[in-house]
Each structure stands twice: as structure tokens, then as C-alpha cells.
């Protein structure tokens, strides 16, 4: 293990052989969400695979709609009081609707960086030998297929050591490359052409400038070499672009130069020590998959059956070996969209083709941006976890100001989404997701878990301590001596508003969550102090004496986890999200040898939701 408690590097081997572990398509792309992904955490692409034409969807982690923004309302404070007070006299539907006096602005959007359209003047139709294949041991896509006796190959990765996009077109017969090659994006922008063998695509997103590089040919040659690379000016979440120092196209221009003076060979050397170095740390290998493997590949060992085919037929006829490709493709996945340095993986990682899409694709602090790094620590990819060390350290600047103003406290807080700005107030709609100022708070989990891992004493204790003083500032004196939370609400679910003629509510008080994420920091806050020797600090005692008095995990008359702090009735008893389920996973405060009776109340609750459910956010 090396200083930051990582294993180091070996080969993926199983029986004494890579074990094979490609994504293989048929056809070329027809969807957005066909196509396969690439990234060095910073820069991305979807590759369509095309035959008559490629298409390369390029996103770039920094390309934001927006400005820093102030994330203070001086109005809130009433408004909480006003909510309270609802609560306290069961009045939770008319508190639910007043909850909208907590609201804060939208987020901003992620955006689209442009498209490369490498047209190659062939018909669609005349091809054969097709095939697509992502390989998650080189971090490659490469594309194949046959017209009459020549036969096309392209190989596409994207290097973070050169900070590059690289696509190399070839054919198994000289002169058969020919193509013409575009630009384009659905932002403002123009192209221009160098006499450096340069396409140049320089634009703006409202709030910022970006311009995208990549060499450009369509002479009839043996191969065709494309690196595209991009840079916005983007300078951190506090500095308005306009007052930006960076030029982006110097930025660009730069990492374009370092990578045309060296040879394909060498680019593609660099790309597979940094990636391998990350990726081959874990290997697994479930039982009888080799075996099973070996059914997928022809004699050459290339695998041929369609990932597709393989995920249908698991349903009648289970694989080992695909649960072994999807495990690894998930590493995959972390590894693109996350690295020292880069933004913090947003809703869809850094991959994007919408103006709009789907909600921002804002990162989402009530499951969704913790489930994209759950698997850093346990699967050996500490490095990648340090954008979202990054980010909470943004989130608590920004949510210093909005607790002091909009909640009257000490610390930090942050709510259910945020973008590049770190946004620290609540959104603008819908009290069930919107007030729900425990998004730090679940996010300052994982800065436990990296010490847990790595023994650093460096990082988590300053944002863990003020996310402790927001919450110990946060809890109001309640019901039979226990500490409350008020308002509060379990993640996008309502409930039947008792006395209400059947009116949905949403928020009320002491949600089961809510307790067991403070629950989760107060002891992570206490065992820090202990191993920083400050367990005498004012903060420990007050912390030690607000944890006692928590409200316990409580059982519904059905058998199973209340999710409010009454026994409510649920209008959807198969809701995705399992909040109540947090102490037992991801927190770790419910356990089999701790809490058996707990547990089996758990089991029961997975049994109510349905274990038909497969949406993302269920634990």
C-alpha cells in the first residue's frame, strides 16, 4: 500500500491471462445513448461509429451556462418560522405550501460543446463485418466493418496526459482515406480553418467562451490522424468568466501542440500507463465466469457476442462473467468523468448533447452525485474522488453565507442540487425535494470515509466541523425531550396528510434520513477529534449530548422502517428513493450484530417498496 493508502498497480489477470472485458455493439449508433463514451475526466466524447459518417459529441466539464451567484435571502428566516410553527400544530399541508418561502433561485445548466462530423462519402448500405467495441482494459473504442476488400478501422481514446481527444482513421489498403470534416455545436459560435492543418471553433455560453482545436484533412491518404481538444475560461466557482485571466485558446493551442510532435505510438503509450495505472488496480472474478467467458469469444479470443444479447439472455441464463463487465465498466465510467483536477461528476458523468436536458444535468446531492462515487474508495480509485473533495470545499464557502442569512446558524449548509457555481440554497420549486438543507451533510460522509481510507489528517475535519455546527444550530427542541429537525422531508416522497380529506404533504419533521445523516456526522465529527486530539474542543461535548438525544430509529405498525417521524400514510408505497434505509447503507449505523431487530424491520421495508424497482437511486 503507498502513502495515500492505495494498492499499487498489477495487471487484471485471471488463470494467467487478461480477462477480457469489451463492450461490443453491432451497429452503428442511432440514439445519443447508443454511442460510447470516452473521457480523461475533463473532456469527453460520444462515438457513434458511423460507417458513411462519424460522429464525435464532444463535452468539456467546465462548459456552464451562468455566473457565481449570491445564494443568500435575508426573507428566509421568516419563512422558517412560519414553516415551523405549521409543523408544530400538524398543519402540514399548509406547511408544505408555505415551505416556498425557502426557495432559492435554479441552478444553472451544463451545455453541449459541439459536434466533429467526419463524413467519408460511402454509402451506409455497402458494408459488412461491422462491429463496435468499447475496451475497458485500454480505455479504446474501436470501429471495424468491410466494403468489398478493404477493410476500415478507427480507433478512438481520449489521453489525459495530453489532454487530448485522438481518432485515427486507417484502411488495410493505401489510399483509401478520404474525408471531409466539420464542426459544429447548437451554441453561438464560428469555425475557421489555419494554414496549421487546424480546424478552429471558437464560441460563447451565456456566462462564458470556450474554442475547441482539432487537425483537419480530406486528402486520399493511407491514415488520417485527429486530435481535437478544447479549454473554456473558466477560473473556479467564485470568479466570473468575464473577469477571467485564462485564454482559452492558448490553453487549447498548447495542449494541441504537445500532442501533434509526438507520434500516434507514443500518444497512445502515455494514454494506457495513465489509464492502466488506475484501472488495472482491481480485477474480479466470480466464480465459473472464466469458463463461461470463453463461450463469447471467437479463436482469436476477441470477444463477438453483442453486450446487448448478453444482458437479455441473462435474465434466463445467468453470466458471471457480464456482472464481472459491468463492475468494471462502472470503473470505467468514474475513471472518464472524474480525475484530479477536473469538475465534479455531474447527472450524466461529463456526457451531454442538450441545451436542456434532463434536469440540468446539475449534480444532485440527495443520492445521485454520492452514488457516482461510492465505488472510488472501495474499488482503489482514491485519485478520482478529489474533484468532490473540491467541490464540498466550494460548497461550504458559498454555504457559510447561506446559513448565516437564510437559517440564522454557525457553519455551513448546502441543499439537494448545485452546478459549477457551487449553489448552496435551495431550488425553486417542489418542497419535497427542495427543502432539504442535508445535501452537505451527506456529502461530508464520503470525508470521513477518505480518511478511513487513506489516514489523511489533512482534509475532511475543517469541512466535517462546519457541517457539524450547522446541524447542531439546525435542531430545535421537540417532541418528548428528543431533538427535531423542522422542516424536513424525506427525498421527493409525499405523504397522506393526516385530517387533510386525503391531501398530500411533504414536509413535517425529524424525517428518518435527516436523523440518521446527523446521526452519521456527529459520530464521525466525535472519532475525528479523537484522532486529532481535540475531543476536549467545545464542539465535541455539544455534539456528544445533541447525539443522545436523536430521535431513534423507529418501527411502523407494519414492521418496517418509519420514514417520518410518524407513522404516515404512504400514498406510494413503491417510491425509487429508500431514504429511510440510510443508516444501513450507505451510512453505518445500523448493523446485524448492533441492531438485529432493526434489520429485519429494513428487510421488510425492501419487501414493501418492491424489488421490481430498478431505478437508479435504490440502495
Known amino acids: 500500500m503507498d502513502d495515500g493508502g492505495r494498492i499499487p498497480a498489477r495487471p487484471t489477470t485471471a488463470e494467467g491471462e487478461e480477462r477480457p472485458l469489451k463492450v461490443v455493439f453491432a451497429s452503428p449508433a442511432e440514439h445519443f445513448t447508443d454511442a460510447a463514451p470516452i473521457g480523461n475526466g475533463s473532456l469527453g466524447a460520444m462515438v457513434w461509429g458511423g460507417v458513411a459518417s462519424e460522429k464525435l459529441q464532444l463535452n468539456l466539464d467546465t462548459l456552464w451556462t451562468g455566473v457565481p451567484g449570491n445564494y443568500t435571502d435575508p426573507s428566509v428566516p421568516s419563512a422558517v418560522a412560519v414553516v415551523r410553527k405549521l409543523v408544530h400544530d400538524r398543519q402540514f399541508v399548509d406547511a408544505t405550501n408555505a415551505a416556498s418561502g425557502l426557495y432559492g433561485g435554479p441552478t444553472e445548466v451544463y451545455q453541449p460543446l459541439g459536434d466533429v462530423n467526419i463524413?467519408?462519402?460511402?454509402?451506409?448500405?455497402?458494408?459488412?463485418?461491422?462491429?463496435?467495441?468499447?475496451?475497458?482494459?485500454?480505455?479504446?473504442?474501436?470501429?471495424?466493418?468491410?466494403?468489398?476488400?478493404?477493410?476500415?478501422?478507427?480507433?478512438?481514446?481520449?489521453?489525459?496526459?495530453?489532454?487530448?481527444?485522438?481518432?485515427?482513421?486507417?484502411?488495410?489498403?493505401?489510399?483509401?482515406?478520404?474525408?471531409?470534416?466539420?464542426?459544429?455545436?447548437?451554441?453561438?459560435?464560428?469555425?475557421?480553418?489555419?494554414?496549421?492543418?487546424?480546424?478552429?471553433?471558437?464560441?460563447?455560453?451565456?456566462?462564458?467562451?470556450?474554442?475547441?482545436?482539432?487537425?483537419?484533412?480530406?486528402?486520399a491518404t493511407d491514415w488520417v490522424l485527429l486530435l481535437v481538444t478544447a479549454a473554456s475560461s473558466f477560473s473556479g466557482p467564485f470568479i466570473n468568466p468575464s473577469n477571467s485571466k485564462i485564454d482559452p485558446?492558448?490553453?487549447?493551442?498548447?495542449?494541441?501542440?504537445?500532442?501533434?510532435?509526438?507520434?500516434?505510438?507514443?500518444?497512445?503509450?502515455?494514454?494506457?500507463?495513465?489509464?492502466?495505472?488506475?484501472?488495472?488496480?482491481?480485477?474480479?472474478?466470480?466464480?465459473?465466469?472464466?469458463?463461461?467467458?470463453?463461450?463469447?469469444?471467437?479463436?482469436?479470443?476477441?470477444?463477438?457476442?453483442?453486450?446487448?444479447?448478453?444482458?437479455?439472455?441473462?435474465?434466463?441464463?445467468?453470466?458471471?462473467?457480464?456482472?464481472?463487465?459491468?463492475?468494471?465498466?462502472?470503473?470505467?465510467?468514474?475513471?472518464?468523468?472524474?480525475?484530479?483536477?477536473?469538475?465534479?461528476?455531474?447527472?450524466?458523468?461529463?456526457?451531454?448533447q442538450d441545451l436542456s436536458p434532463a434536469w440540468q444535468s446539475a449534480p444532485h446531492l440527495n443520492i445521485n452525485l454520492q452514488m457516482n462515487y461510492w465505488p472510488t474508495l472501495p474499488c482503489n480509485l482514491g485519485e478520482c474522488q478529489e474533484p468532490l473533495i473540491d467541490f464540498i470545499a466550494a460548497l461550504a464557502v458559498n454555504g457559510t453565507k447561506t446559513a448565516k442569512i437564510n437559517y440564522q446558524t454557525s457553519g455551513w449548509v448546502t441543499h439537494h442540487v448545485s452546478d459549477i457555481w457551487a449553489k448552496s440554497s435551495a431550488f425553486n420549486e417542489d418542497a419535497k425535494y427542495a427543502v432539504w438543507p442535508m445535501g452537505g451533510a451527506w456529502l461530508c460522509t464520503h470525508l470521513w470515509e477518505h480518511y478511513q481510507y487513506s489516514l489523511d489528517k489533512n482534509t475532511a475535519y475543517p469541512l466535517l466541523e462546519g457541517c457539524a455546527l450547522f446541524l447542531a444550530d439546525w435542531l430545535t427542541e421537540g417532541r418528548n425531550g428528543y431533538l427535531e429537525t423542522n422542516p424536513s422531508i424525506s427525498p421527493e416522497h409525499s405523504f397522506i396528510a393526516p385530517d387533510s380529506g386525503g391531501q398530500q404533504a411533504s414536509v413535517s419533521y425529524s424525517t428518518t434520513m435527516d436523523?440518521?445523516?446527523i446521526r452519521e456526522i456527529f459520530m464521525a465529527i466525535i472519532s475525528s477529534a479523537e484522532v486529532l486530539g481535540k475531543s476536549d474542543s467545545t464542539l465535541v461535548?455539544?455534539?456528544?449530548?445533541?447525539?443522545?438525544?436523536?430521535?431513534?430509529?423507529?418501527?411502523?405498525?407494519?414492521?418496517?422502517?418509519?420514514?417520518?417521524?410518524?407513522?404516515?400514510?404512504?400514498?406510494?408505497?413503491?417510491?425509487?428513493?429508500?431514504?429511510?434505509?440510510?443508516?444501513?447503507?450507505?451510512?453505518?449505523?445500523i448493523t446485524m450484530q448492533k441492531n438485529p431487530g432493526i434489520c429485519e424491520a429494513v428487510a421488510n421495508s425492501l419487501y414493501k417498496r418492491g424489488l421490481h424497482n430498478t431505478m437508479s437511486n435504490c440502495t
Not at 547 to 576: C, G, N, Y
Request: proline share 4%.
Open 541 to 589: 461535548p455539544k455534539i456528544k449530548k445533541a447525539l443522545s438525544r436523536l430521535t431513534p430509529i423507529m418501527i411502523a405498525k407494519d414492521h418496517t422502517i418509519m420514514e417520518w417521524a410518524q407513522d404516515f400514510e404512504d400514498p406510494e408505497v413503491h417510491h425509487r428513493h429508500l431514504s429511510h434505509l440510510f443508516g444501513l447503507y450507505p451510512g453505518h449505523t
Open 249 to 352: 485558446e492558448s490553453v487549447a493551442l498548447r495542449n494541441l501542440n504537445m500532442s501533434r510532435n509526438v507520434t500516434f505510438d507514443q500518444l497512445k503509450a502515455a494514454h494506457l500507463k495513465d489509464y492502466q495505472g488506475l484501472f488495472h488496480r482491481v480485477s474480479l472474478i466470480l466464480s465459473h465466469a472464466p469458463a463461461i467467458e470463453k463461450t463469447n469469444l471467437n479463436e482469436t479470443g476477441e470477444a463477438i457476442k453483442i453486450t446487448a444479447e448478453r444482458v437479455n439472455s441473462f435474465r434466463s441464463n445467468e453470466d458471471p462473467s457480464l456482472v464481472e463487465l459491468l463492475f468494471q465498466y462502472g470503473r470505467y465510467l468514474l475513471i472518464s468523468c472524474s480525475r484530479p483536477g477536473t469538475q465534479v461528476s455531474n447527472l450524466q458523468g461529463i456526457w451531454n
Open 515 to 517: 436523523v440518521s445523516i
Open 119 to 219: 463524413e467519408f462519402g460511402t454509402s451506409s448500405q455497402d458494408y459488412s463485418s461491422y462491429k463496435r467495441e468499447l475496451d475497458l482494459h485500454t480505455a479504446t473504442v474501436l470501429v471495424t466493418y468491410n466494403i468489398g476488400e478493404v477493410q476500415y478501422t478507427r480507433e478512438h481514446f481520449c489521453s489525459n496526459p495530453h489532454q487530448v481527444i485522438v481518432t485515427k482513421l486507417s484502411a488495410n489498403k493505401s489510399g483509401h482515406i478520404s474525408c471531409t470534416l466539420s464542426l459544429d455545436s447548437k451554441l453561438t459560435h464560428s469555425v475557421r480553418v489555419t494554414n496549421a492543418n487546424e480546424m478552429i471553433m471558437d464560441g460563447t455560453c451565456p456566462g462564458q467562451r470556450h474554442v475547441l482545436q482539432q487537425n483537419e484533412t480530406n486528402d
